[in-house]
């Protein structure tokens, strides 16, 4: 069979791209509701990233210390250093606690307290212990109990399809064009609402936390329709990387006591944030062991440090961080609980993303014009929740937060309008990348110009940035986009062709990645996880604003009026020290 | 870093031109610590583009990398080349499933099983304004079978399964234990009698392939045996 012959049509009232926490909790509120959803995702919904979160997720329980929404909310706004919007964390801490009491009524098996209440452990950059855990998978926990609920409320997965295009026009969302990867063939999914809940994107550099599948392709895509990207320099780089791999190892870790030591044996955050010590947030602390490895007192004098358990003693460390030890053990063959593990910044989460306002709707413009029928939830939009720097265990929250409004305010959505008509030749767009693939006369492999890319993007995107780097990435980013109009896959097949979806993904994380340096570029000043040696210090009368860029091929357009929500009687911005 | 040369066999097929699997053989050098999944990619990546297998998360988490070496089913992203002490590495397919492409097997099945014990807590009482209490003790209980992260490495290894295909296997079992050991749930009942039949829980011959399978040496024999006492208590 010809891949022009595989041609398929569903008509559903709502489609979900991506089955991760956020994806789940949507598609749920509209099974529940009667209305028909197809998920589609390019991985089994088991297998999204979100399960691979270890530490926990947020809300102000009040269940181990004293707590209160205000003060998660002071901890979320300082955490961004300003930059998040305060209308929406203000919404996000209210109804983080129904979530949490939500999920444990869907079962989710989180640790307990001696009286049987959820238990509640520290985190980075909060001021409570606010972390609902179980163990060191939270994550996976909450991942597997809403797939449950899905699958109890009969939603319709479409398991292994790639979204290759958006069906977008005169403004208004018509559904998406997805690749059956196990089978080959496009099939057009016809929908009155699309959620775009994709994940993130740390797969544009080489030292990542992330899946192979977390290539950002929802903000390729979004790119290619014209449309603008929010916030896209703030990446957030973990401290706690696993030497190396870039794998995480949960900040549970530090919740639980573990410190960070130099070549010297200092703890050295004590100069950095002698009032948070190893809790500080995750761009201050990996600031600081990136300075510690540049000043030449990483261990041996190389590009990494120490995370110390052996103080936290065996037991706990296996009753509370069984994965942070095996991940230890079999990766690095280090016994976590007789020697320290060696560790990096790695690049972990998207600040930045495709912007929608308070109701998840994707806007257009820096006035919040809407595009109808197009959501966007979790770490693929910005809202903007965690402007430019995300506290540890408000992802969690923030997925299954804003996926469960998403989906309410894609039911009002589906009840008060109709379908509209898909485009002319819908599969078009997606058969043109797929057949300059698999029928091109390119000559190149993939690999090595995505090889060039993450290395290029770890090196110069990384926690420090500078503006002759920036230039020097953006050079080089232009002509690895040229040298992807001559690219080439060996499998030419369709059955589970992952050479296609590989060469597919790298042309989303060329597109992005040039927004992100654009972004860098141009944002002269240091901001959360955006920091700029050339210009240290935060600016906020020239910078107290969001990024808006759209990409075409003449470059990149950016917009910096779209002005932060500030609640200046209440939470002004202030010089952020801890 | 110390180079090996690793001779590899893979088990290809490709449902458009094989009539049945047949074994390729890669040479290749790396790095004397690299990871299963290492060797897949350097061999996709490098040498041979139409390698397929299904990998995400790199931190066995996800479930997605089982396949079977030298015999062992393994998390190929976990698993260190060095563990085989042998330069000649043999990697197929988990066994007992359909093969799609290569390394790639079908899922149908094995998800449809899960979906038959009703893997979803069930209520017979109104949910309180907070959080239910269950005590730590209660939660132990649950724990260990909730780090399950589906992999099929258990139910692929299973001679019961191989024998009939009709069981519904280890890690549909170990769901159903985690709900129904799990104190909030009420749904005990209508699982059991989901599971207890001759190709549900007694099908189960305590082989123990499935522990010795399971990369978070979860102890599934032990908890299906847990599950066996209270079907048969529950049938007096």
Request: glycine share 8%; aromatic share 8%; net charge neutral.
């Amino acid at each position: 069979m010809k891949i022009e012959e595989a041609k398929l049509y569903h008509k559903t009232d709502a489609v979900v791209v991506g089955a991760g926490l956020a994806g789940l909790r949507a598609a749920l509120e509209i099974a529940k509701s009667g209305y028909q959803v197809a998920v589609v995702t390019k991985v089994y919904p088991t297998r999204s990233h979100s399960g691979a979160a270890q530490g926990g997720i947020a809300a102000a329980l009040a269940n181990t210390s004293e707590d209160s929404l205000e003060l998660h909310m002071f901890d979320t706004i300082k955490g961004s250093d300003y930059l998040g919007d305060q209308d929406v964390i203000e919404l996000f801490v209210e109804e983080a606690v129904k979530t949490i009491y939500e999920l444990e009524h869907m079962g989710v098996p989180f640790s307990r307290t001696e009286d049987g209440r959820i238990n509640q452990r520290a985190f980075g950059g909060h001021s409570a212990t606010r972390a609902c855990f179980s163990a060191d998978i939270t994550g996976h926990v909450l991942l597997h109990t809403l797939y449950e609920q899905c699958v109890k409320h009969r939603v319709h997965f479409y398991n292994e399809f790639q979204v290759f295009s958006l069906l977008i026009e005169n403004g208004i969302s018509r559904g998406v064009v997805a690749w059956d990867i196990r089978n080959g063939g496009l099939h057009t999914f016809h929908s009155k609402v699309v959620l775009l809940a994709s994940g993130g994107y740390g797969r544009a550099f080489k030292i990542t936390s992330n899946a192979h599948a977390n290539t950002g392709d929802a903000l390729g895509l979004i790119l290619e329709c014209g449309l603008p990207l929010e916030d896209m320099e703030f990446v957030q780089y973990h401290p706690t990387g696993l030497y190396k791999h870039g794998i995480l190892l949960s900040e549970a870790a530090r919740g639980e006591g573990a410190y960070i030591i130099n070549d010297k044996g200092e703890r050295f955050m004590q100069k950095y944030a002698p009032g948070k010590m190893e809790l500080g947030p995750r761009d201050v602390v990996s600031r600081s062991e990136q300075t510690e490895i540049n000043e030449g007192r990483g261990i041996g004098g190389k590009d990494y440090v120490y995370l110390d358990l052996r103080h936290i003693g065996k037991q706990r460390i296996l009753e509370r961080l069984p994965q942070v030890y095996e991940l230890a053990l079999n990766y690095l063959t280090v016994d976590a609980i007789k020697d320290p593990v060696p560790i990096q910044p790695t690049a972990h989460y998207s600040m930045g993303g495709i912007p929608t306002n308070i109701h998840t709707e994707v806007i257009l413009d820096a006035k919040g014009t809407v595009l109808k029928g197009l959501y966007s939830a979790g770490e693929a939009a910005c809202m903007s929740l965690h402007g430019a720097n995300r506290l540890g265990t408000n992802s969690l929250q923030d997925a299954v937060t804003f996926g469960r409004i998403s989906g309410i305010y894609m039911l009002k959505f589906m009840a008060e309008n109709g379908f509209e008509k898909l485009p002319a030749n819908p599969l078009d767009n997606a058969q043109r990348k797929i057949s300059a693939l698999t029928q091109g006369q390119g000559k190149e492999r993939y690999v090595g110009i995505r090889d060039i890319l993450q290395d290029s993007m770890t090196k110069m995107a990384g926690v420090f940035r500078t503006e002759s780097d920036m230039l020097k990435l953006k050079a080089i980013i232009k002509e690895l986009q040229q040298r992807f109009k001559n690219v080439t896959i060996d499998d030419k097949g369709m059955a589970y062709n992952l050479d296609l979806i590989e060469a597919f993904e790298l042309g989303n994380l060329l597109s992005f990645s040039e927004v992100i340096v654009e972004g860098a570029l141009a944002r002269k000043e240091s901001r959360g996880s955006h920091y700029r040696t050339d210009f240290p210090k935060r600016d906020d009368a020239t910078w107290l604003r969001h990024t808006l860029a759209w990409r075409s091929d003449e470059g990149v357009k950016l917009d910096f009026s779209k002005e932060v929500v500030i609640y200046m009687d209440r939470f002004p911005p202030q010089e952020r020290k801890y | 870093m110390a180079k090996v040369n690793l001779n590899v066999k893979i088990l290809r097929y490709h449902p458009e031109h094989d009539k049945k699997p047949y074994w390729k053989t890669y040479n290749l050098d790396l790095e004397h610590d690299v990871t299963i999944l290492d060797v897949l990619n350097a061999i996709h990546w490098n040498i041979d583009g139409t390698l397929s297998y299904r990998r995400s998360c790199r931190s066995a988490i996800c479930g997605s990398c089982a396949v079977k070496v030298n015999g062992r089913n393994v998390l190929a992203c976990e698993t260190s080349v060095q563990v085989f002490k042998t330069s000649k590495l043999r990697i197929e397919p988990v066994p007992g499933f359909k093969i799609i492409k290569d390394l790639v097997v079908d899922w149908d099945d094995f998800f449809a099983k899960l979906e038959r014990i009703k893997p979803y807590l069930i209520l017979d009482k109104p949910a309180p304004e907070k959080e239910f209490i269950q005590s730590p003790e209660e939660f132990d209980q649950i724990q260990e079978a909730a780090t399950c992260i589906l992999c099929t490495a258990c139910t692929s290894s299973c001679p019961s399964l191989w024998a009939n295909d009709n069981y519904i296997g280890p890690a549909a079992l170990l769901k159903a234990y985690r709900f129904i050991f799990d104190s909030r749930d009420g749904g005990a009942d209508e699982r059991l009698d989901i599971i207890n039949d001759r190709n549900g829980l007694w099908r189960c011959h305590t082989i123990f392939n499935c522990m010795e399978a399971c990369p978070k040496k979860i102890k599934i024999t032990e908890y299906i045996s847990r599950l066996k006492v209270k079907a048969t208590e529950n049938s007096i």
